[in-house]
């Protein structure tokens, strides 16, 4: 799926923004992969960036056509987040999904996903998905969770462009299985960090304990409360305390 329309770049402000820009040229289709050695201004989510090394870690984007309804949008996600899990798990490691779009591993961040979508009425027709995957950086900016990489936790270095490859297969598959009627949902939830443990939260500047209970089609986070009362929130409203 993804082998034969490849856009290799040395180094772009993000692979995401230029994947849009593509639009207006008619090369917006699914199979897309566009990677770059180095982003100047990768983004991630609440605005962030993506700090990244030249050369030392991968940096893509590709496009997929989900042509599901905008409110199962986090669909998407899960499939993205279990397909980097699976690469995670195959190289050895246990990985777990921090939602809304981060990858950990041992409570450490080593890869974070943005998805933009595209859409006609209510028909998400492309998606636009971007990951950082920490691969060979050894040394990090100091963030909450703290980030890590293959190579810290391997004690090896890896080739990127395997690394690249492997995990575009991974999602290949899961692209496959989802579009045959498969749920992912179980299986996420079993990926979930802090799924069903007693966890702190920060919402509108208010400290709280809760416990996550899942996520909705749409990406909402369900977290149980004192008196068991359980609340929802979009992924800007909420944050871990950890």
């Known amino acids: 799926m993804f082998a034969n329309n490849h856009i290799k770049l040395d180094s772009i402000d993000s692979t995401n923004s230029y994947v849009l820009s593509l639009q207006k040229r008619g090369v917006l289709k699914e199979g897309l992969v566009v990677t770059a050695n180095y982003q100047s201004g990768g983004n991630g989510q609440r605005g962030k960036t993506w700090e ?91 963030y909450s969770p703290k980030a890590t990489s293959l190579q810290l936790l391997l004690n090896k270095k ?47 500047n208010q400290k709280f304990m809760g416990i996550i209970k899942g996520v909705s089609q749409s990406g909402k986070l369900f977290i149980q409360l004192e008196g068991d009362s359980i609340v929802s929130y979009e992924n800007q409203e909420v944050k871990y305390l950890f």
């Open 52 to 142: 990244s090394n030249i050369n030392e870690n991968l940096l893509l984007s590709v496009v997929i056509e989900p042509m599901i309804s905008i409110s199962k949008q986090f669909e998407i996600s899960k499939i993205v987040s279990l397909s980097i899990c699976d690469l995670l798990t195959f190289l050895g490691l246990n990985p777990e999904i921090k939602w809304p779009n981060d990858i950990l591993v041992s409570k450490q961040k080593i890869a974070g996903i943005l998805i933009q979508n595209k859409l006609k009425g209510n028909l998400i027709i492309h998606s636009i998905i971007g990951i950082g995957l920490n691969i060979n950086q050894m040394h990090f900016e100091e």
């Open 158 to 204: 890896s080739e990127v462009d395997k690394v690249q490859d492997e995990l575009l297969q991974f999602l290949s598959v899961r692209l496959k299985q989802f579009r045959s009627g498969y749920s992912y949902e179980e299986e996420y939830l079993s990926s979930l960090f802090l799924k069903d443990k007693p966890a702190a939260f920060e919402s509108d």
